[in-house]
């Protein structure tokens, strides 16, 4: 692993167990707890166990795996645990986890006690890259993603990416993603990096500190996401409305996070091209990387009105009415556009003609 990095809360390479010691020792907290899943729990629980050096030996909190679990019933589970054990308002609660693990352990923290801190040590790469850091927090109400939720920061995010090597291949695709995003939204440079990139690449490390230093850019300059900050629900729009139709459908065709916002980037560029003049030679190079990477999927009519009903809940929406970030290039965003329903029509119908041979 590489040196020591630090932007401002978050910590990536060498060195990270020593701040995570060092904060403990300073913060002198009540109580310990880790929150794990039922795989970090297996695979990842040891390595931070073995790195702790402080005296109060942390008490294990578990959830089952999956996104279908990131829900208010969860949250009940924990506040309830966390009561019995008698945590106070100085108890620490560590997420070792993916973004469900983060984002379901941010919320809990944040309301227990109205509010306990926490620390976030993210165990997949989507985690590592967008989840964990930024500060946002959430449940899912049942199968709409993110719905009920609070932005507040965690004392310190840490990268461990040796935690990537238990990850499988499909949740990797899945962080690159939000990688790839990164890229369209902030640095064409960056996203032809970005492209090729596999768990064993020499440059993985630090292309995922790239992207951190992006998402952390855009939310210094905008922590509660009054404008700027937006831009990083790029693809999202549609993104979330699909994996929300597939996980209401059933869990088992549930789509994972990334790959339902790989498709959504592939519907915003088309869009984007049609409202501001996105370049089709930058949409053609966008489509082809994503599905060189990224399963195509179908869409029967039934499923394109489902998901264009489900557009109504998305959190950026205001006065009823639907607002998508587009790109009038790499890097060049407009925040707010309305975009009328035949051309999100138009969108799915350009999905549906694509091959990997753009």
Not at 150 to 176: N, W
Not at 213 to 239: A, C, F, Q, S, W
């Amino acid at each position: 692993m590489a040196q020591l990095k630090n932007m401002g809360n978050v910590y990536g390479g060498t060195g990270i167990w020593e701040v995570l010691n060092t904060h403990l020792t300073r913060e002198n907290y009540s109580k310990i707890f880790v929150l794990t899943d039922t795989n970090t729990h297996q695979y990842c629980l040891q390595t931070l166990r073995d790195a702790l050096s402080t005296n109060t030996q942390p008490t294990v909190l578990q959830i089952p795996a999956g996104e279908e679990h990131k829900n208010i019933h969860s949250c009940l589970e924990l506040w309830n645990q966390l009561s019995s054990l008698q945590a106070d308002r100085h108890s620490l609660l560590i997420n070792l986890g993916g973004g469900v693990v983060t984002d379901l352990g941010g919320f809990v923290a944040s309301t227990f006690k109205r509010g306990i801190p926490f620390i976030n040590i993210p165990t997949s790469l989507l985690a590592m890259v967008d989840a964990s850091v930024g500060g946002k927090t959430g449940v899912d109400l049942g199968s709409l993603k993110n719905q009920v939720g609070v932005i507040r920061q965690p004392e310190l995010v840490l990268l461990h990416t040796l935690f990537l090597q238990s990850l499988p291949q499909a949740h990797f695709r899945s962080g690159k993603a939000e990688m790839l995003k990164h890229g369209i939204i902030a640095s064409e440079a960056y996203f032809d990096k970005v492209v090729p990139m596999q768990l064993d690449s020499e440059d993985c490390e630090a292309l995922i500190w790239e992207s951190v230093l992006i998402k952390e850019k855009i939310v210094r300059e905008d922590p509660i996401e009054k404008g700027l900050r937006k831009l990083l629900n790029y693809g999202h729009t549609l993104g979330h409305a699909i994996e929300s139709h597939f996980l209401r459908k059933d869990v088992k065709t549930a789509l994972l996070h990334g790959d339902a916002i790989a498709i959504g980037m592939i519907l915003a560029t088309y869009i984007s091209g049609e409202m501001l003049g996105f370049p089709k030679p930058s949409r053609d190079k966008i489509c082809r990387a994503i599905l060189s990477i990224f399963e195509k999927r179908s869409f029967s009519k039934a499923d394109i009105e489902a998901i264009s009903e489900l557009l109504i809940y998305d959190k950026k929406n205001s006065n009823g009415k639907v607002y998508f970030v587009l790109l009038e290039d790499f890097g060049k965003y407009k925040i707010n556009c309305e975009v009328r329903d035949t051309l999100i029509l138009e969108a799915f119908s350009y999905y549906e003609s694509l091959s990997r041979k753009i």
